[in-house]
């Protein structure tokens, strides 16, 4: 078929073949020029293949190409357990849409809310805290360009290490970077304030209490 026949020359497919042998970093530097050399219609082309080629893992989870832990599923939305995990009860919490970054979702909320139904599950099972990330792009530790978010169960010395040392930055470029950073409103819906009784606030203070204090007075795991 005449739309299958490749734009692409037999030296720029063996070039791409060369480039796609390479590691990674390696590949991101030759990958360039290389495209920046291509016409229109065989970048559209490249673009194609690999859509169809290259078939993404959390895709191939959600056809069930792939076996997998699901714990919530719904016409959006699909979290399984990590089968390589960061801790037990690490759970990936995606759309079901294949999309790269979560900036390019219209609206994020119902796959945060679904994460944050896990961490609360991950308490009730674990009794224990959770940490919630995204990493949009590579340079964030993305593996795979398909968003996910990760709820992971953290225990005491598990290994993890999330903590940085705060940087210093002048004065001059903390001014320059909030100038830039100041962001328009993007709109909130008016809350509805909701009528607490006395009872109630009584109660929900009680379960908050007790929840921070088995927090700090656990024994160390
Ligand atoms: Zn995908």
Redesign the pocket.
Known sequence: MEENKSPLSEEQIKELNEIASLPQDKQKERLEPFLKSLNPEQVEFLKKQQGQGQ??????I?DKKIESKVVYEDNNILAVLDVSPANKGHVLV?PK???AFSTEMEDVGHLFNVANQVSKKIYEVFQTGSNIFVANGPEAGQR???VVVHVIPRFSEDGINFQWEGKKIEDKEMDEIFGKMKMESIGKKEEVKKEVTPEEKEVQESELKKRYDSWYNRAPI
């Not at 078939?55 to 191939?60: R, Y």
Request: glycine share 0%; proline share 0%.
């Open positions: 078939e993404c893992l959390f895709c191939a959600r995606m849409d294949h999309i795979l360009n398909h």
